[in-house]
């Protein structure tokens, strides 16, 4: 709950930013504006260091309710791949997917699969044709979701450019699921939602019973903070450290650049320019962490309404960008 000063504070808080391209940001743009003008959002939480200065739910099911968090998964799976990394499951980043999984490779997979490394899964740098957006129907309705993801076209060579595909990230997650003998379902459980303190419920599977890897999660918003908390903290949630702090440290560095957003991309997180490290899920969900700043941010939005880099997630980013970040000054 925030107390009157904390309303005042975040009232008060100014747009800041050096350009405001996107309709709200055109105008004096408040936390309070954006909670009774922005349609789709459902919660936002800001916490700055200890202290939780926003813990709003004007839309949505609440902050203690299950929200899908669409492709913010992506950003999980990168994290159990760092669990896997440190418990030896994984020999390294660089290990080549025919080592790690190679059960998983199907035998008429495409030219080049036999290069992919698990850092070019896990940033998006797989070079095969995306399954998202317009060809994720054919993808989910697909009899081998790993199998139609690593026989798609070549279309750029492993490691280059960042091509945003959710059967990228599910080959990752089945992969390190072969790696520990984990479940997506139970590695997320376990290394996540029980140190934590947060529950990670059932989602969908494919048809070799692989959870879905980038997609499909469903947590609760204050859940959705811990995790912007704990990576805010390098890794740490309290007294224990949850992912090793240099695999966070890795996950935050650019190693690609979204086609649509331009922002950098690291292991399962985009890096933006104000300092920002976030997960982003269709709809305007968003898991971010500011380290210089302190501060740790968590925001739901309806999950059935689109959220473009020009639209609805420009309008959240001028927010993060503007009034958020004045919280910490």
Same mark, same amino acid.
């Given at each position: 709950?925030?107390?009157?000063?904390?309303?005042?504070?975040?009232?008060?808080?100014?747009?800041?930013?050096?350009?405001?391209?996107?309709? =709200?940001?055109?105008?004096?743009?408040t936390?309070?504006?954006?909670?009774?003008?922005f349609?789709?959002?459902?919660?936002?939480?800001?916490?700055?260091?200890d202290?939780t200065?926003?813990?709003?739910?004007?839309?949505?099911?609440?902050?203690?309710?299950?929200?899908?968090?669409?492709?913010?998964s992506? +950003?999980?799976?990168?994290l159990?791949?760092?669990?896997?990394?440190?418990?030896g499951?994984?020999?390294?980043?660089?290990?080549?997917?025919?080592?790690?999984? *190679?059960?998983?490779?199907?035998s008429?997979?495409?030219?080049?699969?036999?290069?992919?490394?698990?850092?070019?899964?896990?940033?998006?740098?797989?070079?095969?044709? +995306?399954?998202?957006?317009?060809?994720?129907?054919?993808?989910?309705? +697909? +009899?081998?979701?790993?199998?139609?993801?690593?026989?798609? *076209?070549?279309?750029?060579?492993?490691?280059?450019?960042?091509?945003?595909?959710?059967?990228?990230?599910?080959?990752?997650?089945?992969?390190?699921?072969?790696?520990s003998?984990?479940?997506?379902?139970?590695?997320?459980?376990q290394?996540?939602?029980?140190?934590?303190?947060?529950?990670?419920?059932?989602?969908?599977?494919?048809?070799?019973?692989?959870?879905?890897?980038?997609?499909?999660?469903?947590?609760?918003?204050?859940?959705?903070?811990?995790?912007a908390?704990?990576?805010?903290?390098?890794?740490?949630?309290?007294?224990?450290?949850?992912?090793?702090?240099?695999?966070?440290?890795?996950?935050?560095?650019?190693?690609?650049?979204? *086609?649509?957003?331009?922002?950098?991309?690291?292991?399962?997180?985009?890096?933006?320019?104000?300092?920002?490290?976030?997960?982003?899920?269709?709809?305007?969900?968003v898991?971010a962490?500011?380290?210089?700043?302190?501060?740790?941010?968590?925001?739901?939005?309806?999950?059935?309404? *689109?959220?473009?880099?020009?639209?609805?997630?420009?309008?959240?980013?001028?927010? =993060?960008?503007?009034?958020?970040?004045?919280?910490?000054?």
């Open positions: 709950m925030m107390n009157r000063r904390s309303f005042t504070r975040l009232a008060l808080a100014g747009l800041a930013v050096p350009f405001a391209p996107f309709s =709200l940001a055109q105008r004096d743009l936390i309070e504006r954006a909670l009774t003008s349609g789709q959002l459902h919660s936002i939480q800001v916490q700055l260091g202290r200065l926003a813990a709003q739910a004007p839309r949505g099911p609440g902050l203690d309710e299950l929200a899908y968090i669409k492709s913010c992506k +950003s999980l799976v990168g159990l791949l760092g669990t896997c990394i440190a418990r499951e994984i020999n390294s980043v660089h290990s080549r997917l025919v080592d790690v999984a *190679p059960s998983i490779v199907p008429d997979a495409t030219d080049r699969v036999g290069e992919l490394t698990m850092q070019d899964l896990v940033t998006l740098q797989a070079g095969l044709e +995306s399954t998202s957006g317009q060809r994720y129907g054919a993808w989910v309705n +697909s +009899s081998n979701w790993v199998a139609d993801a690593l026989t798609r *076209p070549m279309v750029a060579d492993p490691g280059g450019r960042m091509i945003y595909s959710t059967g990228t990230t599910h080959v990752l997650g089945a992969a390190i699921t072969e790696a003998g984990l479940s997506l379902l139970k590695l997320t459980r290394r996540l939602g029980e140190p934590l303190g947060f529950r990670v419920p059932p989602w969908v599977r494919d048809p070799q019973g692989y959870y879905l890897g980038g997609n499909g999660m469903a947590l609760t918003p204050r859940a959705m903070l811990s995790l908390v704990m990576m805010r903290d390098q890794g740490r949630y309290g007294d224990e450290q949850i992912i090793p702090e240099d695999w966070v440290k890795a996950s935050i560095v650019p190693r690609g650049e979204s *086609p649509y957003s331009g922002m950098g991309y690291g292991y399962g997180w985009f890096i933006t320019d104000s300092g920002y490290v976030l997960a982003r899920g269709y709809g305007g969900q898991i962490a500011h380290p210089q700043r302190n501060l740790a941010v968590a925001i739901t939005s309806d999950p059935e309404r *689109p959220a473009r880099s020009a639209g609805y997630f420009g309008d959240l980013m001028a927010l =993060l960008n503007g009034p958020v970040l004045a919280l910490a000054d």
